[in-house]
């Protein structure tokens, strides 16, 4: 299996601007997560799917903050818009179980700087 | 107080050393437990799961004791290679995931 796939990689954008990433999990995986990661605040939660639907977005930090998972194979993170300190690594993660009480699979994260 | 806390590090010994990082949790229903080892600039991976009866995996050791909260993890006769962030990381069930900020090792020659 090719493991979690994310897109792009690296993202640079100015202030203001409209950033969408992009994660494809592992087929069959129930479960899909985005976290944030960053030097001051670590990795942070930010929502839950199971079974495409979002059961906790608590930790989404704002309403510029947006997350769909339209099919069992596709999900988007979307800021907008953006500002400085959303500036960190975006990780997508899938497990094979609901709930996420099993191993979660990370992709190789999108590096986001926003000028 | 946060709901993971790890031992600060950084931790940085020689090789073979023996070297063991702890983990507190606040929350007494967490349901499971794991140790993720993040390399730089990389995503965490999956070390190993941590059981209360203490598992084993080559040179690494986890343990977890419910009454006290915590969980640990041991590496034995450390290696160069072992070098990396381990971050302990906590689940209640229904996705909520927690992990700690992570324990620096540096395995020196």
């Known amino acids: 299996d090719a493991g979690v796939i994310q897109s792009p990689r690296h993202e640079v954008t100015e202030m203001g601007q409209e950033v969408t990433l992009r994660c494809k999990p592992i087929s069959g995986h129930n479960s899909l997560f985005w976290y944030r990661q960053t030097m001051m605040r670590g990795l942070e939660l930010l929502i839950y799917?199971?079974?495409?639907?979002?059961?906790?977005d608590s930790g989404m930090p704002e309403d510029r903050f947006s997350a769909k998972m339209p099919n069992a194979s596709f999900s988007t993170l979307k800021i907008q818009p953006s500002e400085p300190r959303d500036s960190a690594v975006y990780f997508c993660?899938?497990?094979?179980?609901?709930?996420?009480?099993?191993?979660?699979?990370f992709g190789p994260g999108t590096r986001l700087t926003v000028l | 107080r946060k709901e993971v806390e790890q031992d600060p590090g950084p931790f940085n010994v020689p090789e073979g050393a023996t070297v063991a990082f702890n983990c507190t949790y606040s929350?007494?229903?967490?349901?499971?437990f794991f140790w993720y080892r993040q390399d730089c600039r990389k995503e965490p991976k999956l070390l190993m799961s941590v059981y209360s009866s203490g598992n084993e995996d080559g040179r690494f050791t986890a343990q977890l004791n419910r009454a006290s909260q915590y969980i640990s993890l041991l590496i034995r006769d450390s290696k160069l290679s072992d070098s990396a962030t381990y971050l302990c990381v906590v689940n209640m069930g229904f996705g909520k995931s927690t992990f700690g900020d992570g324990t620096t090792l540096t395995v020196k020659p």
């Open positions: 929350n007494s229903a967490s349901q499971s």
């Open positions: 993660a899938s497990s094979p179980t609901s709930g996420g009480t099993d191993t979660q699979y």
């Open positions: 799917f199971n079974n495409n639907v979002p059961i906790d």
